[in-house]
């Protein structure tokens, strides 16, 4: 078995390991005693440890019967996250791995293309749809599917969007979020919310987009699930909004201090830093798939944001307005999405017609052992790791 880490793999010691001891968890294993484990180190970058990997135990309590049981990734967090002391798996989408038939929220049956059922509201991690379009013409159809990357191999999860002119019917893209799209809710009620992070927390998504032009948009956000019930607003932290040529920004919109914004990062001088992404990593390239990552991190009383591209810092921005007293105890959702920015286009769709895609590897969050009932507040952190 090699089992290999996705975050900087570097090689340890070669361990020979006596597959008798394995076969009374490993009954249908093949006939094979003698074994050379390869495992590799997982160099954290935060603190200049090495690490074991842990993967090989997960796949201790497998049988092989079939194919060779592929290496199981990292899951190890970000050096980013580690740095902040957010190591606590939160989310795990794996996108790359099997899912069941139902479960996308509003597509009982899968992917058939049919319309969406916003009764299905419940017992869902990720559901169809922005919060704010169940039953109008934002509604997306069931399609969004598992298929094989042509490009670059693998199964991965295909977001893909007929596109339509903005402000006509549809015009909005197509969006998948970890919270129910009933909005507003009827007196009393509540949403149906999958998944939502406490203010310290590090949100990661490893993709790509088709095709290769600036209007295709590829987002990757953060919204407050008290949006939802029509109180307080809270923040929005857009780790990555790009276009299919490397266009794009990361910013931050507070909109329980009155919508007052700011850009983390930009690639067209937004900040008067010049290409915030290429100084960040030289050579990045829009076409391959890559880690887009946020860290957010708060005492309590104040918040910051900062924004990664393969564990490569960008920037930090504190979180304009301040953290209002609502924002104290916010849980943020998360949404990603395939549209079109038309803005360079006198407000106009080039590839209108056509259909572009979001092809999504993984979602992940990390933050404290407590996340569920408490913040995570701890200490803000400004700079890199």
């Known amino acids: 078995m090699d089992v290999v880490l996705a975050r900087d793999p570097k090689p340890c010691p070669s361990l020979m390991v006596t597959m008798a001891l394995m076969l009374p968890r490993l009954p249908l294993i093949r006939t094979v005693w003698h074994s050379q484990l390869d495992l590799r180190c997982d160099v954290m970058k935060s603190n200049g440890l090495s690490r074991w990997a842990v993967s090989a135990a997960l796949l201790l309590g497998v049988a092989a019967t079939g194919p060779a049981i592929p290496a199981e990734p990292s899951l190890l967090p970000p050096p980013g996250a580690a740095a902040a002391g957010l190591t606590t798996l939160a989310l795990n989408s794996d996108f790359t791995q099997p899912l069941p038939k139902n479960w996308l929220g509003g597509c009982p049956n899968g992917p058939d293309g049919s319309a969406t059922d916003t009764n299905d509201n419940t017992g869902h991690i990720w559901y169809n749809n922005f919060w704010w379009g169940a039953g109008n013409q934002y509604a997306r159809p069931c399609d969004v599917k598992k298929v094989t990357d042509r490009s670059f ?79 307080d607003p809270g923040t929005e932290w857009d780790p990555v909004e790009i276009g299919g040529n490397g266009g794009g920004n990361g910013a931050i919109h507070n909109w329980g201090a009155g919508g007052t914004s700011n850009w983390i990062w930009t690639t067209f001088n937004g900040a008067g830093t010049g290409n915030d992404l290429k100084k960040a990593v030289p050579n990045y390239d829009p076409g391959a798939y890559h880690a887009w990552g946020l860290r957010t991190t708060s005492d309590g009383t104040s918040m910051v944001g900062c924004a990664y591209l393969d564990n490569v810092l960008i920037k930090c921005v504190d979180l304009p307005g301040g953290l209002t007293q609502a924002e104290k105890t916010q849980r943020l959702f998360v949404l990603t999405s395939t549209s079109c920015y038309g803005g360079n286009y006198n407000n106009s769709c080039p590839l209108e017609g056509k259909k572009q895609h979001s092809y999504i590897k993984s979602i992940r969050v990390w933050s404290c052992d407590k996340w569920q009932t408490t913040q995570c507040n701890r200490p803000v952190l400004r700079g890199a790791p």
């Open 153 to 231: 191999g693998g199964t991965i999860l295909d977001l893909s969007w007929q596109v339509h002119h903005q402000g006509q019917p549809g015009g909005d893209g197509h969006t998948i979020q970890t919270a129910g799209w009933n909005w507003p809710l009827p007196s009393g009620g509540s949403p149906s919310v999958g998944f939502a992070a406490p203010n310290n927390a590090y949100y990661e998504m490893v993709a790509r987009s088709e095709p290769r032009d600036d209007s295709n948009t590829m987002s990757y956000i953060t919204w407050a699930v008290t949006g939802i019930t029509g109180g």
